[in-house]
């Protein structure tokens, strides 16, 4: 049987792992935030802690076996139901909230392995959870934004030739034209260009120099 300062330790160090995951989250101003992480991987460590040692008495003259496995494996099916509400489907195709569901659910694995007494394993998985959630952020951006395809919607007056524009306006060497589509209306003609990696500061440099062009009646950009 446990004595109350090692329960005392799990439960402390499961709270203090789950508050430094939660920490990440907080700073971007998400709903799961540090108070949230924590409470789920102190009550996960309680779970466990509950289903490893709190039948031993009632047991003890028993020939029922323990099976400690059983709690925790509910905790982590059963964590899903938090995680699910972090998640936002804003429209098609742009999805909130993974990130956060995640590190819930791992958050409630370092609290089990603080309740089991695995303090090693604990500190190495919440170690490994925040170079994930921090450091590793701007090298995915910088990934995403290398492959990120923007689309810029052109309404040009009718006498406007576009493929001689887009050449003149933009420079290969910086934006790759993935594709090119336009339709010429009564007066007017619309194009659609769609660029490969490019953030949103070399578009909005590169419309500044064409907003006033005499040809164009209209510009959009975005996703």
């Not at 009550?43 to 039948?55: E, K, P, Q, R």
């Not at 694995?109 to 994930?132: D, E, K, N």
């Not at 934006?175 to 339709?183: G, H, I, P, V, Y």
Request: hydrophobic share 45%.
């Amino acid at each position: 049987m446990l004595t109350n300062q090692e329960i005392m330790i799990r439960l402390l160090l499961a709270a203090i792992l789950g508050a430094a995951v939660g920490l990440e989250r907080e700073r971007k101003n998400w709903t799961a935030g540090m108070r949230t992480h924590m409470m789920v991987c102190l009550g996960s460590s309680l779970m466990m802690l509950v289903s490893s040692f709190g039948f031993v008495d009632p047991l003890k003259n028993s020939h029922v076996e323990l099976d400690p496995s059983r709690v925790a494996a509910q905790v982590v099916s059963g964590i899903g139901f938090l995680g699910a509400g972090t998640i936002m489907f804003l429209r098609q195709g742009i999805v909130r909230g993974l990130t956060t569901a995640s590190g819930l659910w791992t958050v409630a694995g370092v609290g089990l392995a603080c309740g089991g007494g695995m303090y090693f394993a604990a500190l190495t998985a919440t170690g490994f959870a925040l170079t994930i959630l921090w450091v590793l952020q701007p090298v995915e951006k910088k990934l995403v934004q290398r492959y990120t395809h923007r689309m810029l919607r052109l309404t040009l007056i009718d006498t406007a030739n576009p493929i001689q524009l887009l050449q003149d306006w933009f420079d290969q060497k910086e934006f790759k034209l993935t594709n090119l589509t336009f339709d010429k209306e009564s007066k007017e003609i619309s194009v659609e260009v769609e660029l490969e990696g490019q953030d949103a500061q070399s578009i909005l440099e590169a419309i500044k120099k064409i907003k006033d062009h005499p040809l164009v009646k209209e510009i959009v950009w975005g996703k």
